[in-house]
């Protein structure tokens, strides 16, 4: 890690970010907007490289409403064939450069019958269904105890912060829990439905991994969802589902998705 640290360092003239976020489908233009520094993950030490569609797979520095902050456009899924130290290894890099808060964003199915899509959730909790967890293996002390804590990954005091944000914004906020599946087929009706029975509000494909090791390093962590579409069998009436829909809803959420980022960055 010594090297992707150093590399970035002299990449960057030495940028200490405060704030980390990792940018979900529909929000990259963030980044766009607010770039003093932007790094190909393909030129980083020991980064892999996004094959995810729309994910243009950059770490981008910036200052954003006067916090400094390093921001991943596009992140690294399980399903890609990576392994769960590869796509987690952003973070803990994150960590080492001086990140105390993670912002974790995504665009995820409804299970909650009630949500709508483009509406946006805050992750009061997750279920890891993924079937593995990223903290197997040989443990960094550096970064954290072998056995870390679970029981407030997603901090409260965030969650009221950004409630208070989305309320300023005008944005009606829904909140659950974020079920996290290996993905990349959709869940079946079946699936779905132990989800629901399992007390998860909404279903996806990325941030767990990452939170895990957010947690376990310390960091305060936010998670928000981009509600793109309902998942399979919760609406009888819907026929399929498409990433194409995915990305559809989530470009029209990212107007109120990116202030909403925003606001909370200026008020941490």
Do not use: W
């Not at 996004?50 to 400094?68: D, M, N, P, Q, Y």
């Not at 959730?121 to 903290?135: A, E, F, K, V, W």
């Not at 105890?145 to 005091?157: A, T």
Request: a negative charge.
């Amino acid at each position: 890690m010594e090297n992707t640290i150093n590399f970035l360092k002299a990449k960057t003239n030495n940028f200490i970010p405060e704030v980390g976020i990792i940018l979900g489908s529909g929000l990259g233009e963030l980044a766009d907007e607010y770039c003093e520094y932007a790094i190909p993950y393909t030129e980083i030490p020991n980064f892999i490289k996004s094959t995810v569609k729309g994910h243009k797979g950059r770490l981008v520095f910036a200052e954003i409403e006067g916090k400094r902050v390093v921001m991943m456009q596009g992140r690294n899924h399980f399903y890609e064939g990576h392994s769960m130290q590869d796509i987690t290894y952003p973070v803990k890099v994150m960590k080492k450069l001086g990140v105390k808060t993670l912002i974790l964003t995504n665009a995820a199915g409804a299970v909650n019958a009630d949500f709508k899509p483009a509406d946006l959730m805050l992750i009061t909790d997750h279920i890891n269904y993924m079937g593995t967890n990223p903290l197997i293996g040989a443990n960094d002390d550096s970064l954290g105890e072998r056995f870390p804590d679970m029981s407030e990954i997603y901090k409260k005091d965030l969650i009221a912060l950004a409630d208070k944000c989305a309320k300023n914004l005008g944005l009606k906020m829904q909140h659950g829990v974020y079920f996290a599946s290996t993905g990349p087929s959709y869940e079946t009706p079946a699936e779905i439905k132990m989800a629901r029975i399992l007390g998860a509000d909404a279903v996806g494909m990325s941030t767990v991994p990452e939170a895990i090791v957010a947690n376990y390093c310390g960091m305060n962590v936010l998670g928000i969802s981009c509600i793109s579409n309902a998942a399979a069998g919760v609406h009888p009436e819907q026929v399929s589902l498409s990433h194409a829909e995915v990305i559809e809803t989530a470009n029209v959420a990212k107007a109120g998705f990116k202030a909403l980022i925003k606001d909370i960055v200026k008020s941490l």
